[in-house]
């Protein structure tokens, strides 16, 4: 059984541009959540969703944007990068929002320079 | 304001011997609580977890104990292995909108455990 799938896993971009992140979740699981882990502030809840809808948000500016399809793939999309924004990405699947087999994706290692 | 606190950022064991971390939390309304392990460059992996209304979960070598007066709870490991030194999250679900999808995060404490 394929887990969750994160591309690209490293991405380099410059102050200033945009970046689209992508998750494809579990097979059969419709909702994803989004981390952001930086080396000061640990692992930080961006957004969730659920079919399609945004059921939950953290506090992040809104430069951080999410969506997600039909076929419960998400993507994020952070735009006007800043040089705070070189994290980890993280996004996590599970069946409907609750915690049954909520698994984590590797993760895209973003770096702005 | 921080709901989650691991102020251990991090604690070197003897293989064979006992791991403790710790996890406090200020928030009464967490009712489940989860350890998650992350190796670098890989996402967090789920490790053992326990409801507000138990005191103690064990599974295997991993034995977590939550104490809801001093809103406290801590993790063992025992014993020791070297395949055991990683990062070690503390989290709790934030429980909006009905869903436990928003984890709530501790800083991690990085356990190295030496042969």
């Known amino acids: 059984k394929a887990g969750v799938t994160q591309t690209p896993r490293y991405l380099i971009k410059t102050r200033g541009q945009q970046v689209t992140l992508s998750c494809s979740p579990i097979?059969?699981?419709?909702?994803v959540s989004w981390y952001q882990q930086t080396p000061g502030q640990g692992l930080q809840f961006l957004f969730e969703?659920?079919?399609?809808?945004?059921?939950n948000k953290g506090n992040f500016p809104g430069r951080f944007s999410g969506r997600q399809f039909s076929n419960s793939r998400s993507e994020m999309n952070v735009s006007t990068l800043e040089l705070g924004d070189s994290a980890l990405y993280l996004c996590?699947?599970?069946?409907?929002?609750?915690?049954?087999?909520?698994?984590f994706g590797s993760g895209t290692r973003l770096t702005v320079v | 304001d921080q709901q989650v606190k691991q102020n251990s950022p991090s604690l070197s064991v003897q293989e064979g011997r006992i791991s403790i971390l710790n996890c406090d939390y200020t928030?009464?309304?967490?009712?489940?609580f989860l350890w998650y392990k992350k190796y670098p460059a890989e996402g967090p992996t789920f490790l053992i977890s326990?409801?507000?209304?138990?005191d103690k979960n064990e599974d295997g070598r991993f034995t977590v104990f939550l104490n809801k007066s001093a809103k406290h709870l801590s993790l063992h490991i025992v014993p020791s292995q070297p395949g055991d030194s990683a990062v070690y999250f503390c989290?709790?679900?934030?429980?909006?909108?009905?869903?436990?999808?928003?984890?709530?995060f501790g800083k991690g404490t990085k356990l190295s455990v030496k042969p």
């Open positions: 996590a699947s599970s069946l409907a929002g609750t915690l049954e087999g909520y698994t």
């Open positions: 097979s059969g699981h419709r909702s």
């Open positions: 969703y659920f079919s399609e809808t945004q059921r």
């Open positions: 928030n009464s309304m967490f009712d489940y």
């Open positions: 326990i409801s507000s209304i138990k």
């Open positions: 989290a709790a679900p934030g429980n909006y909108g009905g869903s436990q999808g928003n984890l709530i």
